[in-house]
């Protein structure tokens, strides 16, 4: 515990703008992944186990795009539609067979997912190392603010996530789309009987739930080792910040997400040890005062 | 419901155990005297750290390759076995066990890292085969002397010897370049607290105005470390020491990139010296400090470079830091069978690696000697050297000479209670 | 159910000669290895199925207990001061009274939150593990043999004894835990797991009761944890870790959750296709992967629930007046499906 130095960094602008920007850095990649676990939740209403398979996905495709083309834009484009289409397909030829079904055999298609894809990536890919390595236009000195630093590439990243994260939340609450879903989610019998396609529906929205964590995975391939399995520690974090937000809730996952990144970051500072410990509790803590989450419907 | 349901449920069982009773007893190879000499490896071949299990079995197959074609062993030639333990100790010493009683291997190689590696410990405790550890850096594994087998030694980097080699070559250059206000970010885990607790242990011994300002623990296999990195930012030490490792030590090196940190920090790292480690990262700063984990430049000779044309030929990367001890654990099995006339007896092989001295690749001064009071290796390189931009990305090793390491070690397991 | 107890303990006899004979038909080594590693994680399985099957509770975090009970047994036993039974009883007892602090918060919330909590409480037992480092040597697990002096003249050190002992200990807890099975403890447990809120309104508590097994299945949980110290003589941190719960529950599916004995069935068949994958393949998690998919889409049931039902189907076309042994012959279905939260 160091919480003079906390205090000192709190009221100093340089580290607090450093801190604040590493709080969102962390956050806004895992409000990516989180956003698609909760929308997916939220709509279909089963957990989709292996949402972390898709993130790699995304980091792989970006990274083999990245390779033979050189265009970051087309990795990241390949990166996000790769996994959504991935999880189109998973969703259509897998999950959608699983629905209604126990809570256990949607976790064992789920698990059986990520062993596959595991293992395809480390017959594709090879086990080694991978980094797809700064695009050129990002290699600059990190900007200055107010004494803190804050690198290029993340400014572009936070950028891309408060994007992606508005028009989500635009296109669920403003559009006629975005009305069908929030239908779907009430009542799947109604909006089939009204004539729309569900089916069509419900793989759209698992999709689009894919590509956001294949974004997320695009965006952390220069920057993070590319490895098989490496959606693991990633899916545990998502699945502590939905908890947290709420299960279903796009605005709490944002909130739960800056949340974690906050407390990683200055706990870093001021109790470094516990920073691991601190999320398992605020996570246990959640379940029991309010087992739907800070913004979640509350549980029937 | 229930009743007629639990009969199905005991018949299909009974059933099932019968046909699994019948394959399972039937063991493939058993006498002693078969001409292929099977040699067991439980290792990790999934998930994260799969390179550890893929770059050993790449060394074992070439090492195995090279003794078959120069006509085996006393007319028997060597055959390796290996099994994915996906990470677990306890599948590692299940699947110990199958390779010796069901596979008949007469030799462990044992390419587990970490826990692993002592569950296999405690395997070959009652199976008492030769096994040679070949990836566990862990001192007390072999320096404890509560926890040693006859018939089991190590062949890899020990901990403690790397600590000593780090320790006076970073003395050395925070001396030089005044080098006091130290900070240290290792994974969280045992290996990574000792081996920095050990680290800063000898640089201080060294160099007593080394002060260590704060200490960070990311979380092993974590994909961000940008909460450090800032964290260092606002520290401002002047060097830093760091045990991550594999994919791990890419990530924070590429990120601490973004905010130019090694600019101004001097950079020690365990494990940066890794060849695939290396290759990865996409812009390597120059001037970092790293001690030796496998370079085809050092040591400078043409076996060396032989090794690492023939190690990428089979596996399509360079040598890891786990491919040569592996390698050299085969050279070291060739030698002790040559000697014992291809008989394969954990107690019979033991005699002869105890102590034994080989002519290899990797020896800095003339010799690898299995040490005979403990059973482990010394005499491989420990230098540290320095990165460059290009291929093979380190040079300038300095080197510790083992007379020291080996004094000091003798001091710290005094200390230890070890000796 | 008198007639049932002389029933079962008869089949539990049959078990256990079984599991004597065959080693000594087939004298070797590595058969009795594999039937050991089938005995500790059918167990596990087993005291699993008593939430997940029997009540409807999904917990994700069972192999908090498996760890814990292979660590506390092997602390004592390196302690050098306890005899293997006494260790044994405080390992059992020791996890029980952590099942019932645990299980006392978690049992009272639903569904998917149930399974969240378990899953962070194993998560934190596990980092417990692996950062008291003084105590439990952290990754590396208790290092140094888990030493098994004789008591009562049976030497564990010998490994037919130890073999001998686990499948003795396997069994009566398999009778244990079949008593509670048939027991109004274990309907009333069904009751709950298929209509709660009717349970709650017959007057049952559902809490102490869901409690109640919460604590059994974890106390199992921590013998099968003591056979894996005692095989592989020592203790890892990677028994406490989600994979090993995510195996258990695989092995729940594989075999079924509502034949009694589904789960040893699974454990039995992973054993077998894990030790089988291994040797002939390095990609087994693409082939256990496809096997997964197979089963669960094909049979859409674990192996054992899918034979009974056919089993009971057949009976049924054989005597087409129906109702041969009155309401005991519906079929088993799986707990009813959750209902979407929208």
């Known amino acids: ?300 | 419901m229930f009743k007629s349901a639990k009969q199905v449920g005991r018949r299909a069982l009974l059933a099932g155990a019968a046909t699994g009773a019948a394959v399972l007893a039937s063991p493939r190879i058993a006498g002693a005297q078969a001409k292929v000499i099977r040699v067991g490896m439980p290792t990790i071949l999934s998930g994260r750290v799969a390179i550890l299990g893929t770059s050993s079995r790449y060394a074992v197959q070439y090492a195995f390759a090279r003794i078959n074609e120069a006509g085996g062993l006393g007319g028997r030639t060597l055959q390796l076995v290996e099994r994915d333990s996906k990470g677990r100790p306890d599948e590692a010493a299940k699947v110990t066990r199958d390779l010796i009683n069901n596979d008949g291997c007469e030799i462990i190689i044992d390419g587990e890292a970490s826990s692993g590696a002592f569950a296999v410990h405690e395997v070959v405790r009652e199976l008492p085969v030769l096994c040679i550890h070949t990836n566990s850096e862990t001192s007390s594994l072999t320096a404890d002397p509560k926890l040693r087998i006859a018939t089991a030694f190590r062949c890899a980097r020990q901990g403690i010897h790397d600590a000593v080699a780090g320790g006076v070559y970073a003395s050395a250059i925070s001396k030089q370049r005044g080098l006091k206000r130290w900070m240290t970010c290792s994974p969280d885990y045992a290996y990574g607290r000792d081996n920095t607790a050990e680290f800063l242990e000898f640089a201080r011994m060294y160099d007593p105005s080394i002060e260590v300002v704060d200490q960070v623990w990311p979380r092993l296999f974590a994909p961000d470390y940008t909460e450090n990195i800032t964290k260092a930012l606002q520290v401002r030490p002047q060097a830093m020491y760091s045990a991550l490792w594999g994919g791990d030590l890419v990530s924070f090196i590429e990120q601490s990139n973004l905010y130019r940190l090694f600019a101004n920090i001097a950079l020690f790292s365990s494990s940066l010296g890794d060849p695939p480690v290396l290759t990865a990262i996409k812009q390597l700063p120059p001037g970092l400090h790293t001690a030796y984990r496998y370079n085809r430049n050092y040591p400078e000779k043409p076996s060396n470079t032989a090794f690492a044309d023939g190690f990428t030929g089979v596996a399509k990367h360079e040598p890891t830091n786990w491919a040569w001890q592996n390698y050299v654990a085969c050279q070291f099995i060739a030698e002790a069978l040559k000697r014992t006339g291809g008989r394969t007896e954990g107690a019979a092989l033991a005699a002869e690696l105890k102590g034994m001295a080989i002519q290899s690749p990797l020896a800095v001064e003339e010799v690898l000697t299995l040490r005979d009071s403990d059973h482990t290796l010394i005499g491989y390189p420990t230098a540290w050297g320095r990165t460059v931009p290009k291929a093979p990305f380190v040079e300038d090793f300095a080197t510790t000479p083992w007379s020291r390491i080996l004094e000091m070690e003798t001091q710290w397991k005094r200390q230890k209670g070890y000796a | 159910m008198r007639q049932g107890l002389i029933r079962d303990l008869t089949l539990g006899l049959l078990g256990l000669a079984l599991l004597l004979v065959l080693p000594a038909v087939f004298p070797h080594p590595s058969l009795r290895d594999f039937l050991i590693y089938v005995i500790a994680y059918g167990l596990l399985a087993m005291s699993l199925n008593l939430l997940v099957g029997l009540t409807g509770l999904v917990s994700f975090g069972h192999a908090a207990y498996f760890a814990t009970g292979a660590y506390i047994f092997g602390l004592l036993m390196q302690s050098g001061s306890v005899s293997i039974p006494l260790a044994m009883l405080a390992a059992l007892a020791g996890t029980a009274l952590l099942a019932l602090v645990i299980g006392a918060i978690c049992v009272r919330l639903k569904e998917i939150y149930f399974s969240f909590i378990t899953l962070a409480f194993q998560m934190f037992i596990h980092s417990i593990i692996l950062t008291w480092v003084d105590l439990t040597g952290g990754d590396q697990g208790l290092r140094g043999g888990i030493p098994r002096p004789p008591f009562l003249g049976i030497d564990l050190g010998q490994p037919g004894t130890l073999y001998i002992f686990c499948a003795v200990v396997f069994v009566l807890c398999l009778l244990l835990m079949r008593q509670v099975w048939q027991s109004p403890f274990g309907y009333t447990l069904r009751m709950i797991r298929d209509n709660p809120t009717r349970a709650s309104f017959l007057g049952v508590n559902v809490v102490r009761m869901k409690l109640g097994v919460f604590v059994l299945a974890g106390t199992m949980a921590s013998m099968a944890g003591i056979i894996m110290a005692l095989f592989v003589s020592g203790a890892f941190p990677e028994f406490g870790f989600w994979t090993t719960s995510g195996e258990a529950i695989f092995m729940i599916m594989l075999g079924g959750t509502q034949v009694f004995l589904g789960p040893v069935i699974g454990a039995f068949l992973l054993q077998l296709l894990n030790h089988y994958v291994t040797i002939y393949t390095h990609h087994h998690g693409l082939v256990l992967g496809i096997l997964i998919l197979a089963i669960v889409l094909g049979l859409r049931r674990g192996v054992a629930d899918y034979v009974a039902d056919w089993i009971s189907e057949r009976r049924r076309a054989a005597a087409p007046l129906g109702r041969e042994e009155g309401a005991e012959t519906a079929p088993p279905t799986p707990p009813a499906a959750r209902k979407m939260v929208g």
């Not at chain 1, 975005?178 to 419900?202: D, E, F, S």
């Not at chain 1, 109790?271 to 549980?299: E, H, N, T, W, Y």
């Open chain 1, 1 to 300: 515990m160091n919480l003079d130095v906390l205090a000192g960094c709190m009221t100093t602008a340089a580290c607090a703008v450093t801190q604040v920007s590493t709080g969102l850095i962390v956050g806004m990649l895992l409000f990516l992944v989180a956003s698609g676990l909760s929308l997916i939740f939220g709509v279909l209403g089963v957990v989709n186990f292996a949402h972390g398979v898709f993130y790699m996905l995304g980091a792989y495709f970006a990274f083999v795009t990245y390779e033979q083309t050189g265009s970051f834009l087309l990795a990241l484009l390949a990166g996000a539609s790769g996994a959504g289409l991935a999880g189109i397909v998973f969703e259509r030829f897998f999950m959608s067979r699983v629905y209604g079904q126990d809570l256990l055999m949607q976790l064992l298609v789920c698990y059986a997912a990520i062993l596959i894809c595991d293992d395809l990536v480390k017959i594709i890919f090879g086990a080694d190392y991978k980094l797809m390595g700064m695009p050129e236009s990002f290699a600059t000195a990190p900007v200055e603010l107010a004494g803190g630093f804050i690198p290029g590439y993340y400014i572009f990243m936070l950028a891309m996530a408060l994007g992606v994260g508005a028009a989500l939340w635009l296109g669920i609450n403003r559009t006629r789309l975005g009305k069908i879903i929030r239908a779907l989610a009430i009542n799947p019998q109604m909006v089939g009987a009204l004539g729309i396609n569900t089916r069509l529906l419900y793989a759209g929205v698992f999709g689009l739930g894919c590509l956001l964590a294949g974004l997320a995975g695009a965006l952390a391939a220069p920057v993070r080792t590319l490895t098989p399995g490496m959606g693991l520690s990633v899916l545990i974090e998502s699945f502590i910040v939905t908890v947290i937000g709420g299960m279903g809730s796009i605005p709490g996952a944002l909130i739960a997400a800056i949340l974690i990144g906050l407390t990683r970051a200055f706990g870093a500072i001021g109790f470094p040890l516990f920073v691991d410990g601190l999320m398992f509790a605020l996570m246990g803590l959640v379940l029991i005062l309010r087992p739907s989450g800070l913004l979640g419907a509350k549980v029937s």
